[in-house]
């Protein structure tokens, strides 16, 4: 199997925790594409995935899987043994619907204050900027925040009594705001509670190490 992608992108973290969890990443090739230079904005990558994003997944059949929720449901079906995606019906459509929370009020509202608010992947690549929607989402993505604090305050995880992919979602969110340095409000103790625990796991511990390096 080949993963394009860009070791410090938010989005592939998710697909590179998920690796590091199933015990994987020594089966999966690593091929870089460069976001800085649009790389995955041209015509021989949409080739591989129309939308232009990473991560991407590509099999040896050369089927070729986008999306972090979709690769993550295919690596955790692999070995018929889910640890991410939920085992019986109401813990799958629990997580799924966790991580689509997630990705749509977190992770991909702070991608469109990035894109939109600030210079983004340079002028090269952010060939059309709406600053007040990217600041509107910014306040979204800050309002989500509150709101997985809430959900945190009463359950040990994301979905639930379990790790899971919506986990590693709002994780992808917290990358995404340090990188452009949207801090995690004070009063939201439980969340910052809960992802100081999440990086006890040595998937995540890792995989931070590589998108946030010590200086």
């Known amino acids: 199997m080949k993963i394009y992608d860009w070791p410090t992108g938010p989005y592939p973290a998710r697909v590179r925790i998920t690796l590091a969890e199933k015990q994987m990443l020594s089966k999966v090739e690593f091929v ?6 649009g790389e995955h904005k041209t015509a021989d990558f949409r080739s591989k995935n129309y939308s232009g994003t990473l991560p991407v997944l590509e099999l040896d059949d ?27 019906p109401l813990e799958k459509g629990v997580i799924q619907m966790m991580t689509k ?12 204050y990035f894109h939109h608010a600030t210079p983004g992947l340079g002028p090269k690549v952010e060939v059309y900027q709406n600053r007040e929607w990217g600041l509107y989402q910014r306040d979204k993505a800050l309002r989500s925040m509150h709101y997985f ?55 995540i511990r890792e995989q931070l190490a590589i998108v946030s390096p010590p200086h």
Do not use: H
């Open 32 to 37: 870089r594409i460069n976001l800085w230079k």
């Open 62 to 88: 050369g089927t070729f899987l986008a999306e972090c929720t979709a690769i993550t449901v295919y690596l955790d079906a692999l070995e018929g043994n889910p640890t991410l995606t939920g085992r019986t």
């Open 101 to 112: 929370r997630a990705e749509i009020e977190m992770l991909d509202a702070i991608s469109v």
């Open 149 to 203: 604090d809430d959900l945190l305050r009463k359950q040990p995880f994301i979905a639930g009594e379990a790790f899971s992919m919506a986990d590693i979602a709002v994780i992808g969110g917290f990358i995404f705001a340090a990188i452009v340095k949207l801090p995690v409000p004070q009063e939201c103790k439980a969340l910052l509670a809960w992802y100081a625990k999440m990086q006890e796991r040595p998937s």
